[in-house]
């Protein structure tokens, strides 16, 4: 069930209706019914995978909490001192530890059979073929469930955070399925917390029109990026890089750039639709999507691109392979060569590139993927290196740093080497992005960029006059948006200006929106992943 379907939009229509119908106590269960429907309505089989998932998240969690329940008695006996009280919680630790290792072990078995069996099984026998030429790929025939990488992590977090004592185990198996796949974030995040969405999944809120006012506003604004921009952007793309051996230069720099921002726009308006549902039930899901490409540095960019995915690395990757026996060895001994600076710099390196080549796995079973994520950790890296560097050399040359032009250079570089990752990210497999690049820097490619053969790829000249006031009006509402709450301004203008804006809005979705009967939408670019 697409986001942007008119089976979505009856969806929440109904589900809106009867929550706020329901008493406050039972409302998340009109939630709990939406999950199902939703779910359901994309394959029997997609659920069964996701109900497997739970059931092993969920009784790990409980067993975990159990032994809380055990240490606490335990403690609280007559005539304990404290040694025999430590003894206790680290045997006790020990204990939780093993049922997080297999709970752990379980849901990422599941997400590892269904996304990698084929990948793994391509590569073994692509090895096999070096010593017997005739050996075939074996491929399976799998699925890969709606949202598997979303609610894996999100049952991740969650064991994790359990295991930690910053959440206590919820108790009510459905409670717990509704928060494993509440329906707006299950398919391409955010990934939530427990401990940010469940208590706002649960406790029925009450109806504010704000919320209904600023939510339909929220979705109608993600719309306009999908359907408008990003819809209208794919098809140019997916002709040149469809045919890429057929160009040369330039015109792939541009697929390339227009790719950059049918990304931005696909993922931002999905970002906004779902976030808009959520508000329409008044529940606040994390900010996801922050304008990455106003960003200056590449730590930056994503750190606003994908924030909740970011955080969740940083949380249960970085942090605990940082502190790990091998990186504080390996710290020690970079000082001692490299010095204090440059040392710790080296050390930092390893986590860094571990979480960006498991970013990179984490959105396909294909080593394009792993090519994108190593190009930007190893950028990260040197950026670590480089940066007290480049600080020095522009004291010396006087380089006014806080200047709207220094900003304006920084922001385009990061956008120029987010265009350079993409190419990996978009073509079919490592060798197609090697060759792509070989063909962008083997001629010029001029002769594309005339008006009439840049019409030759799927838009006219409307379409192509659409897709500039659309980036227009996409890099206006975002400057805004840098500086202040849009949509608290735009309801406190005239009411005729105010209107005015949003009729156009629906208008300019309705008219100039790719959708409807004998248009294939390409869907959400996150999906598959």
Not at 263 to 286: P, R
Not at 492 to 519: E, S
């Amino acid at each position: 069930m697409s986001y942007t379907s008119f089976v979505y939009l009856v969806l929440i229509f109904f589900a809106v209706l009867f929550y706020y119908a329901f008493p406050k106590r039972t409302r998340w269960v009109v939630l709990m019914a939406a999950n199902m429907v939703f779910y359901i309505y994309s394959g029997w089989d997609n659920f069964l995978f996701l109900l497997l998932s739970v059931l092993i998240s969920y009784f790990t969690a409980r067993e975990m909490a159990k032994l809380f329940e055990k240490l606490e008695q335990d403690i609280n006996q007559e005539g304990l001192d404290k040694k025999q009280i430590k003894a206790l919680k680290e045997e006790n630790k020990i204990q939780r530890r093993r049922y997080l290792i297999a709970g752990l072990a379980g849901v990422l078995a599941i997400l590892f059979a269904v996304k990698y069996t084929n990948f793994v099984l391509k590569n073994i026998c692509g090895v096999i073929r070096i010593f017997n030429p005739s050996q075939e790929t074996l491929v399976l025939k799998l699925i890969v469930p709606v949202g598997v990488s979303f609610y894996t992590f999100q049952m991740v977090s969650y064991l994790v955070d359990v295991y930690k004592g910053k959440v206590k185990a919820q108790r009510n198996i459905c409670k717990y399925v509704l928060y494993a796949s509440f329906f707006p974030s299950v398919v391409q995040g955010p990934i939530p917390r427990y401990k940010d969405l469940g208590e706002q999944l649960y406790r029925g809120n009450a109806f504010e029109f704000e919320n209904i006012r600023n939510g339909a506003l929220l979705i109608l604004w993600g719309f306009f990026k999908k359907l408008v921009l990003a819809e209208r952007l794919s098809i140019f793309v997916n002709d040149i890089y469809g045919n890429y051996a057929a160009y040369e230069g330039v015109i792939l720099a541009l697929a390339t750039v227009a790719y950059s921002i049918q990304t931005y726009a696909d993922f931002a308006g999905c970002m906004d639709i779902v976030s808009g549902t959520a508000k329409l039930f008044g529940i606040k899901l994390a900010p996801n999507f922050l304008r990455p490409y106003f960003s200056k540095t590449l730590p930056e960019f994503w750190r606003r691109w994908h924030v909740t995915m970011g955080a969740w690395f940083k949380d249960y990757i970085f942090y605990p392979i940082s502190i790990s026996k091998f990186s504080l060895k390996l710290n020690k001994n970079a000082r001692k060569i490299f010095g204090n600076t440059m040392g710790r710099i080296i050390s930092s390196s390893f986590p860094i590139l571990v979480v960006w080549f498991l970013t990179g796995i984490w959105h396909g079973a294909s080593w394009n993927y792993v090519a994108w994520g190593m190009f930007h950790g190893v950028l990260i890296m040197l950026s670590q290196i480089f940066t007290p560097y480049n600080e020095k050399l522009s004291e010396k040359l006087h380089i006014r740093t806080e200047s709207f032009a220094f900003r304006l250079y920084q922001m385009s570089r990061t956008f120029l080497l987010c265009c350079v990752g993409r190419v990996f990210f978009r073509a079919n497999g490592l060798k197609e992005a090697l060759r792509i690049f070989i063909r962008m820097f083997s001629g010029v490619g001029m002769q594309y960029m005339g008006a009439g053969q840049l019409l030759d790829h799927g838009l006219n000249k409307a379409n192509m006059i659409v897709v500039l006031v659309a980036v227009f009006v996409l890099c206006t509402v975002s400057m805004m948006q840098e500086r202040m709450d849009v949509t608290e301004a735009l309801f406190k203008k005239n009411i005729v200006v105010r209107w005015a804006l949003i009729y156009l809005l629906i208008l300019a979705v309705f008219i100039l929106g790719k959708y409807g009967p004998g248009y294939n939408s390409a869907g959400f670019i996150y999906e598959k992943f």
